[in-house]
């Protein structure tokens, strides 16, 4: 899952790059308004974490501008304020989102899993397919009673295709999720992670939990 932050506090900004990426996510990070608009309009993000004291564009002007663009991406405005009147201007502005700093990052994770799983589709607390289940807030797999451990991409690749199940998800789609803005390597990348990911969750079980569609990309889909 790829996360934006933006945050204009240096070292709170590589604290939040360094614990999210040690969750699993693909995380970018502007430091102005002006350069979180930028990036928020060339990538999708499952989720933004605004600040609302930025240089050029606040955050409460840079969030009513990201809905005027419909950029749909849920929104937790990050501030050191507090008081009534910020969060209901944060929510006003189009955030779904409000968290006073300082904030506990145990208590961020969980407000960002909530973020991710409000959608007009059903997004449960739990991810399965067949017998493999996901745990994002446990970030534990498990598959008839056996425990599988996953590298840190490979769970945010795993519940990723989860998430979208029955789409097809191309490379590219998928590297936008999983890989964060600065990836410069070969898109290649993902087949690789994909072979790691087969080894651990399909081969020991003798089952196919993720299609190849050729030409086009990868399907997970019950049976």
Request: charge should be negative; include cysteine.
């Amino acid at each position: 899952m790829r996360v934006l932050v933006v945050e204009d506090e240096v070292r709170l900004a590589e604290a939040l790059r360094r614990g999210l990426q040690a969750e699993g996510f693909a995380v970018d990070v502007a430091s102005s308004g002006t350069e979180g608009l930028s990036l928020a309009k060339q990538s999708p993000y499952d989720v933004i974490l605004l600040d609302i004291m930025l240089p050029g564009i606040n955050g409460f002007k840079l969030c009513s501008l990201l809905r005027e663009a419909e950029i749909w991406s849920p929104i937790m405005m990050l501030t050191a304020k507090d008081g009534e009147l910020d969060e209901a201007e944060a929510l006003d502005t189009g955030a779904d989102d409000f968290l006073s700093k300082p904030f506990s990052f145990t208590v961020l994770l969980a407000r960002i899993r909530a973020l991710m799983r409000r959608s007009t589709t059903s997004r449960p607390a739990q991810l399965s397919v067949d017998d493999l289940v996901l745990d994002p807030a446990s970030h534990q797999v498990h598959r008839r009673a056996t425990d599988i451990e996953l590298t840190a991409r490979e769970f945010s690749l795993l519940e990723l295709m989860l998430r979208r199940k029955g789409e097809v998800l191309t490379k590219s789609d998928i590297l936008e999720h999983v890989w964060d803005y600065d990836f410069e390597g070969d898109s290649n990348i993902v087949e690789v992670y994909v072979g790691y990911l087969r080894k651990k969750i399909d081969v020991p079980f003798g089952t196919k939990t993720i299609r190849t569609v050729r030409g086009v990309g990868y399907l997970v889909k019950d049976d």
